[in-house]
């Protein structure tokens, strides 16, 4: 039972993730800031969660 | 929770622990957006906005479901799972319901998802402000006084270091030197006066 | 790409942080002295090996939309169990790392190399490269570290953070003995330059080397540019003095014909 807990707590923690992932890719870009966003590129950061690189 | 709490937490976060000079956290957007002053705010108005909600959602978290069920142990797997997913829904909340935010500091926002200042902050939060014996309002409230403080000294070295890049742009650099060596050296100076900071509390 | 190569990639053709500046933030906080360094470096190669493998392993059974979350997971499941090792075996390590321990999830590093190379590559590749990768991560920190404690303290010691292989804290290596074959009761460490184990010191340390590589970068272009202009000078002649002998040739032949 000890082991089962921080599982799903885990477990529980990447669904809400996936969520929000989802969420938020689903959800479009307003179309007048289209033009900003490529403005704000990132020179030296290389996160890969990053969603402007793709 | 009074407001010398507050004050003490602001001044040592933002000015003589600063999150950038002094404690590392952060050079990634430090030596990469802050090119332009106008990004500079954005940017640390999102960081500021995010770090807020941050440390309070995983303060809540580490004492009132971690702390209990005797699992601190996957405190780290934990913090970065929800910080990451808080990003996304805050994007997609901003996206959906303010064009007007979106446009000032939305777009920065998918910048700072794994940025190391969030994440080190609620580190900091639990091994600095936590104990077993704190009320948990109490603690609540000094780890967002932090954040703030911490938000804030991120800002105001960032639109600093904005503003030093753009005379940095027009003057004669060696070659050698020209692009992250100077603005490293640049950084150090500014720490070194960061440091003078030292004896104010 | 041999397995050589790919090994020795991350040394200084593809180094993590002279070359691609990944992972400044540990590269600037925990270089104050060469064993913080060497301790940090080792556990990054660790995690960086292991969750390489993992991920190499699990490429064909994850879907792309949940990539993320997943090798999130499995990077902050490694850390965790550095961080539990540490605090294990290596205390005074795991103080003086404090938050940037669990801070190695977000290393730029770890989830690049997981990104760019593991989800494509089989598992042998991906083990040398997290290995190679970690390090010249290793590499990198030890270089700025010594750099730090060298000129702080005037010399390298073992044996604070990282209690093996001795039972009291050594010097590795020091400046006294020389200073002292002429005088007496000399310590150096008086006379360090105390700035460079502050932070202050790991932002101008870590600009001095980056503008000796950017320097030696620069003098290798200038000498390929060089050869270059002397290459297509030499074409130019040699060109020319084919048309003279050919025009040469022509007027002996005009000559000839009259």
Redesign the interface.
Known sequence: MGVLIPILVIGGLVIVYILSYALNKNTPIPEECLEIVDSTKCESCHSFTCTYKK | MSFTVFATAIISAMLINNVILMQFLGICPFLGVSKKSSSAVGMSAAVLFVMVIASAVTYTIYDLVLYPFDIPYISTIAFILVIASLVQFVEMVIKKFSKPLYKSLGIYLPLITTNCAILGVSEGNITGIWTETMPYWEGLFTAVSVSVGTGLGFGLIIFAFSSIREKLDGSNVPASWKGVPISLVVAGIMSLAFLGLAGII | MSKKENFLKGFLKENPIFV???G??PA??VTATFETSLGMGLLVVFVLTGSNIVVSLVKGFIPD??R??A???II??F??VV??LTFAYAIELYDAL??FL??I??N?LI??R??AFASKNNVLDSTIDGIGMGLGFTFALVVIGVFREFLATGGIQWGVYLPFFVDAPIHLFTLDWIINLFTDGFIIADYGLA?FS???????A???I???F??KK?RQIKRELEEKKKLIAERKRQALEKKKEKALAAAKLAKAGE
């Open positions: 691609f500046l990944l400044m933030c600037l906080a939309q949940v993320t979350p090798y999130i997971v902050a499941t850390v965790t961080k539990m404090g938050v669990p801070l999830v977000v730029c989830l690049g997981a990104e700035v502050l932070p202050p010191g790991a932002f101008i870590l600009g001095i980056l503008a000796g950017q320097f620069s």
